[in-house]
């Protein structure tokens, strides 16, 4: 059974940093795009960051140059560091890994269950 777990959010003040942290736990036969996505409250939720397996990544406009993502493939782990934070990062922050399980060939997208992040001061 695979699972995103995630941690490392919490109140920070503006201009402050967070680390986001998941990891993907199981059997899986690999792992393609990982990333970070976020819903603030009435709002759709929307991509922050991405990166691909071979190190690819992709932000949301508002985001650039503040946050940065990685991953570790060894660790099958995906980061979030976010620095100079606003109030309007405020939000559920969810993780996501594109997942081809042993049994398919068909890759899932598979989601952790979120952690609060909220800039305020």
């Known amino acids: 059974q695979v699972q995103l777990v995630e941690s490392g959010g919490g109140l920070v003040q503006p201009g402050g940093s967070l680390r986001l942290s998941c990891k993907a736990s199981g059997s899986f036969r690999s792992i393609t795009a990982m990333g970070w996505y976020r819903q603030a409250p009435g709002k759709q939720r929307e991509l922050v960051a991405t990166?691909?397996?071979?190190?690819?990544?992709n932000y949301l406009d508002s985001v650039k140059g503040r946050f940065t993502v990685s991953r570790d493939n060894t660790e099958n782990t995906v980061l979030l560091q976010m620095n100079s934070l606003k109030p309007e990062d405020t939000a559920v922050y969810f993780c996501?890994?594109?997942?081809?399980?042993?049994?398919?060939?068909?890759?899932?997208?598979?989601w952790g269950q979120g952690t609060q992040v909220t800039v305020s001061s």
């Open positions: 990166i691909s397996s071979g190190g690819t990544t």
């Open positions: 996501r890994a594109d997942i081809t399980p042993w049994t398919s060939r068909i890759t899932y997208p598979y």
